[in-house]
């Protein structure tokens, strides 16, 4: 198949990587464990045996009521916590095969709905947010764009930085979620290439 490249022409793909079934349960599943492997995982709490203070027996075991052992019990304000929680990874397991078909589906599905935009390069010299709102509007793309490069030079970067919900990502960077969150993808002619060379 062919991608229609801005301002040059058509450039030949595979239909492997661009043209395929999507796939939404997996994508949902890769989006997840993407999302849950950037958890930080720290919270800690103190259980009954980690609090400071006393074990002393604070009353007579019968006559007083309930009885009771020391004030670190779960059931008194200040006691520790009933199964605290300790920091621990939230992370999930993606097979390497499955995270790669589901990268191809999303971008299958965002070549479909005419969200993915590929040009020659972003054309940007100097660093000026001005410069990069015109090319974002001679592309037609706006709400969330990725852009997304096989090696952005620092001006793409520096040029973006100041619109909101626009983002610039290396090849190696590419994530399920970046991709599923942006209204459209723009990437350069190289950036496809070294996609497909990764996802075929």
Request: aromatic residues 8%; without cysteine.
């Amino acid at each position: 198949m062919e991608l229609n490249v801005i301002g040059a022409k058509p450039l030949s793909v595979s239909d492997e990587v661009f043209g395929g079934e999507y796939k939404q349960a997996l994508v949902h599943q890769v989006v997840v464990a993407y999302q849950a492997g950037g958890r930080a995982g720290t919270k800690a709490q103190l259980s009954r045996g980690e609090m400071s203070g006393t074990t002393k027996k604070f009353k007579k075991q019968k006559g007083g009521g309930a009885r009771h052992g020391d004030y670190r019990a779960p059931i008194f304000v200040g006691g520790g916590v009933t199964f605290a929680a300790k920091p621990r990874s939230f992370e999930q397991k993606v097979n390497r095969k499955s995270y790669r078909v589901a990268i191809r589906s999303i971008l299958a599905e965002l070549n479909r709905a005419d969200r993915l935009k590929v040009v020659e390069g972003f054309g940007l010299d100097s660093p000026k947010t001005s410069a990069m709102v015109a090319k974002l509007a001679e592309l037609q793309v706006s709400g969330r764009v990725l852009l997304v490069s096989e090696d952005a030079t620092e001006s793409v970067f520096l040029a973006a930085r100041n619109i909101p919900y626009v983002h610039v990502l290396d090849v190696l960077a590419l994530n399920p979620v970046s991709l599923v969150g942006s209204d459209y993808v723009v990437m350069t002619v190289d950036a496809v290439k070294k996609i497909e060379e990764w996802l075929a």
